[in-house]
């Protein structure tokens, strides 16, 4: 009954900024507790990790978005966000929140990016 919402996506240049974020739905007592993360998937591509972050802190990031995407979580809010800076056309996709808990995992149902000019 976990539900993950995303936000934050849509269109830009080239070179622009988007901050995605995830939040839990009526779900918020496990959000600090699970480690988080944001995936990607192209057409006919394979899901692949963007950046992940535990529930202390530590983040990590995939080779292609390190130095450009920036993962934080608000314990606060209950919300977990992404920074996409110089953003280019091949991160055009849709990015997906995911949270593990133990042994149960769920994921956003995605937020689309487009770059383009």
């Known amino acids: 009954q976990v539900q993950l919402v995303e936000s934050g996506g849509g269109l830009v240049q080239p070179g622009g900024s988007l901050r995605l974020s995830c939040a839990p739905h009526?779900?918020?007592?496990?959000?600090?507790?699970?480690?988080m993360a944001w995936y990607r998937q192209a057409p006919g591509q394979q899901r692949a990790l963007v950046a992940h972050?535990?529930?202390?802190?530590?983040?990590n990031y995939a080779d292609f978005v390190k130095g450009r995407f920036t993962i934080t979580k608000d314990n606060t809010k209950n919300t977990m966000y992404l920074e996409m800076n110089r953003l280019q056309p091949e991160d055009t996709t849709v990015y997906y929140c995911?949270?593990?808990?133990?042994?149960?995992?769920?994921w956003g149902q995605g937020t689309q990016v487009t770059v383009s000019s």
């Open positions: 995911d949270l593990v808990v133990g042994l149960q995992e769920y």
């Open positions: 972050i535990t529930a202390t802190g530590t983040t």
């Open positions: 009526e779900s918020e007592s496990i959000f600090s507790v699970g480690a």
